[in-house]
């Protein structure tokens, strides 16, 4: 396909790239909007390492053409918080401590995001089923489990 | 105001490279603040928060004053690769002493300065104080002098007592940067002008010695990429392959594009049998310990056992496929790496780059945990090569198909253990060897362009922890170091996780025959203090019930628990101890379908001093995760000895639902020296699950993954275990075989006519039809908007641009490959071009094209061209098509000839085709049916031409009368059945054939793909009231539809019925890891549609087409992208695992259908047509 003028709506903001219309969103938002939330894990929707948010719900940027994307909302990681200012989802996990090597985070906030967004205050069993499809390999998911418990709104007890 | 002070101190010790030059551990500058550098790096597991800990503490300066360094080679010192557990253990230790150097020097200047003694001075944040509360601080202690300190070995350190940073658990530094997407792993790097590379790797996936290896390219065809935006070269140098793009996406499309040829990959040693594999790889044996006479007191044993454990390849599966940059310069070279070597990583740059270390800088950053090895010095080394080649930074990403087949793999193992009982049940003797056929996978780009000789070296690595922790009478082990047999190289718990299965389930083993406790009977024999103190402790905390013999266990599910001890030994032999573990594991095993499920562990450790008590859990609790999903499900598969791995279905790694519960028991040792903890608790893992599932069964398992197969098989002996097909829903269905209703019926004399018809055909050769004569192209602005506006929607409904555009070609200019039967013919071109198009075409000659299937030259027109439909149009109808195409921008494009076979390259003879199969005149509708129905069946039967597709063709390529709507062939896709024929499981109605076209998506039966999906994004053009018509007549082929609720309660009713709930095959688990966060029932909605598979007409059809297909080639170009995308996996599934895959899909969510047969057949043959 040949490049053309295709406008976004990132992180609340207006922005034109020009690219192919099949171009995958996961590249054009690490790219050419220079976000590093999203990671590039398996270009095949697998591992969730690329999740952002599309109209509040949770989306594989790495299977989803930007050509798909058009007049849609989308929010990445970064789009959530920062560091001065991070989301409650995203000092939930800061908090808990809920990674080792870091790649999987940005899937685990997004897919907590996107969960939170439609049941405010999931259960255990819920959350457990809803990060399924997100990968760790580092074993974090203890850590990770007690983040989006935290995020949920239930009381996180102190380790001894 | 005085300027800023410029001193600094740093403490260094001379390099050992021979240049005269020194490395710098710790630099404290006059403002205080304070970077300390370490050669190793931080892999995930936190140690730049531990060392900041141990800098901070010695140095008596907060925590929050410190800077970590880690791995960048101009500036930290060079402590090898960062592997074995070793950073607090060894890699930490100077530069403790360095900080104490620096204290200690500036303790004794502060001394001076204020005039008191050393030891009456108190430090608190670098301000030293004295008891009359002078103070002077570190930063005004170093001035504006350059202070360079000798790393003292001797220097006193401080004494643990009196420690209140180390001890403490600090939050990680690294995690705000991580949460928020800050710039913190190597995959964000940007360099101004940087460029986006991909390489293509040779066909012997995965294997890395051998003659054939640098030495099977035959050629590229650079030209098969010319036409891809912004490429900037294609680069090959022995058997590497790179592509270089302006844009990272073209650069993927460039690699997947590019036509590389090989030389047949050689016969390789199978690995299905690993046992048979390991032993005939040749070895040399090592013995690393003899003692007593192992012969003689296994001869006099009373009960001797020989037993044999095998461990599969395993994947270190970093979640990051590696990432790098490069910027090559003559007199300089930088690269950003995730390496975890980065001195080891330079020298190989240096050698593949002809060039001194010096020249190259390797600058470190995070990435994807790595767990031993991953693919990140590959990825450096081919960043390197292909910037060199352009003279411009280059980025090169891996994918994750490539991470996972060349990722240097945790190493296969056999190990033998030769041993028995004497009479009284003491061990008679312990004769163990094992086998590990592994070596440092040198960087991949160093062989694949020649630079290094592929001939495998053999490392002695198979010695870790070999020895048991057990002080046996008469003992022997020995290692037989052999090279490798496909790409290997170390993995968490290197060989001592799979010795250590090997002595754990073996002392159980004797424990059982000998009638003792595994517990009691492992403490006999365990002579060191701390690891009596550490199993007595787990076993406290599990409540361990001593039980001297097995009890049986009743019920489906049985429960069991299972103990397993040690003390990593890693290094070189005989090696270091790390921190002591050991787990109780408790596990459920389901006798009816396999599945084992570790429900709890309990993991305790004695780490000596934790540095960070927090990181320390979180190593544990990674250890016991990750272990747990390497015992349970984790193997590598290999095809004809390549392997066969390449993503998350055909190597599942634990998902959430899966883990178990997990009790961290840290012993409190914080007197002790630090102890490396990022591997200790991972050794017992399998043992004590394979212990625990011996509790549980009464079935010894000697090769992990416990898989639900493999459980199954060993309850069962040998007996083939029942295939996993669910009870049928009982449905009764009604066939039927419709005739178009608008068919004539040609008897036997018109079928004679016609043949004579055929016959005078090919005798008329010479004679065409007659040709009308070119016109001018028309003006379009003789035509109102309005029936331009017409003649669009009925171009959509046509589809007139599905065929007639080239794939990336300009729209209706023609030239898209159509097969058929008898040959290819290409679309022609119908802009008004008046060379190349249709502007030429004066109406009636298009009006004689459309109904006769005459060019307007003469020529008759091949049937593809549904004309037969076309026919059926009406006069108003076919002018306003008329006016829309000629209205349309002209595009010069000539049309490839059709490739025929004979006789079908001959024209003529279509004349005959023709008065057989073509029934000409204008549409009638049938006073006996409704309006919306006649509407229905004029836009079906006319130009919509759905029959076209959806009906099945005779050997002359025509639409069977006999067969309308029954189902057809369209660009080697399935053309399901319209009608009572359809073999969804829930019967097409008015509405969901409605929903279908104006969506793209019906709930009942899926969504359009393939190339429907491009048909229903043109019926958008048409208004609701056409869809609806289409849909009614659609539906009056089809039984009455079900009440809406009996609707719902039948796709409830087959939908949990089909539920999965076990992943027990290849197919389950490629299902699991590839198609179930899309198409699971109940999952966390994500961005598109979730189409249900127990539902989709697809898995229900007569034929696997459309499923291979969509698994092959996914859906790019939806109808409607609110539908979402689905990825194609052809690239990332073999012909096998699709083959596996559409029979699971096929046996779980149809298992009323009969299974297709030579699913393998129709994948290979569907993945060869696409190519061409």
Redesign the interface.
Known sequence: MAPTKVRLIVNSRACEVEAAPDTPLLYVLRNDLELNGPKFGCGLGECGTCTVLIDGTAARACVIPIEGCVGREIVTLEGLGSRDRPDPVQQAFITEQAAQCGYCLNGMIMTTKALLNINPHPSEAEITQALRYNLCRCGAHVEIMRAALRAAGHIVEICD | MRSQRQGSLSVVRAANDGSGGFETFIKITADGSVTAYNGHVD????IRTALGQIVAEELDVSFARVVIVLGDTSLVPNQGATIASETIQITAVPLRKAAARARQFLISRAAERLEVPSADLTIEDGLIRGKDNRSVSYGELIGDETIRLDLAEDVPLKATGSYTIVGQSV??V????????????V??I?VPGML?GRVVRPPYAGVDAGPFVGNSLIAVDEDSVGDI?GLVAVVTIGDFVGVIAE????A?KAAARLSVSWKAVPTLPELDDLDAALRANPSTPRTLIEKGNVEGALAGAAKPMRRTYTWPYQMH?????S?AVADYHEDRIRVWSGTQNPHILRSDLALLMDRPEGDIEVIRL????C?GRNCADDVSADALLLSRAVGRPVRV?L??EQEHTWEPKGTAQLIDVNGGLDADGTVAGYDFATRYPSNGAPTLALLLTGKLAPIPAVYEMGDRTAIPPYDYDHMRVVAHDMPPIVRASWFRGVSALPNTFAHESYIDELATEAGVDPIEYRLRYLKDKRAIDLVNAVAERAGWTPRPVREEKEGDVVHGRGFAYALYVHSKFPGYGAAWSAWVADVAVDKTTGEVSVTRVVAGQDSGLMINP?GV??QI??????ST?RALMEEVSFERGTVATR???AYP?????D?PK?DVLMLPRQDQPPLGVGESASVPSAAAIANAIFDATGVRFREPPFTPERILKGLRGDVPTKPETLPPPTMSRSSKIWRSPFSRRSGVFARIAALCTAVIGLGAAVLPGRAIAPIARPDPSVYSAATIARGEQLAALGNCAVCHTAM?GAVNAGGRPIETPFGTIYSTNITPDVETGIGGWSYPAFERAMREGIHRDGRHLYPAFPFTHFAKASEADLQALYAYLMAQAPVRASTPHNKLAFPFNLRPLLAGWNALFHQAGVFKPNPSKSELWNRGAYLVESLGHCSACHSPRNALGAERADGYLAGGLADRWEAPPLTSLSHAPIPWSEDEFYSYLRTGESRFHGVAAGPMAPIVKDLAALPDHDIRAIAAYLASFNEPALEPDAQQALAAKLESETRVVLASSTGARLYQ??C???HEL???????SRPSLALNSNLHSAIPDNLIQVILH?I?Q?AS?DL????A?QD?MSDDQIAELVAYLRRQFAPDKPQWRDVRDAVSRLRASALH
């Open positions: 892999l995930g597991t936190g939050p990680r690294d995690l705000p940067a991580k949460a928020t997407g800050e710039l913190v792993y995959h964000d940007r986006h935006p844009r990272e996406e073209n993927v599966a970093s979640m990051g496929p990432c995070e990435a994807a945990g767990y990403q994918t994750r927090d859990r979180h609790q990674g250890n016991v995760i990750q999903s993503e998350w279905g790694i634990i998902k959430f639902p883990l997990i990336d890891g590839a179930a966060v899309c109940g999952g966390l909605p994500l961005f598109g996914g790019t939806p992208s979402g995308y689905m990825p996996f990332a």
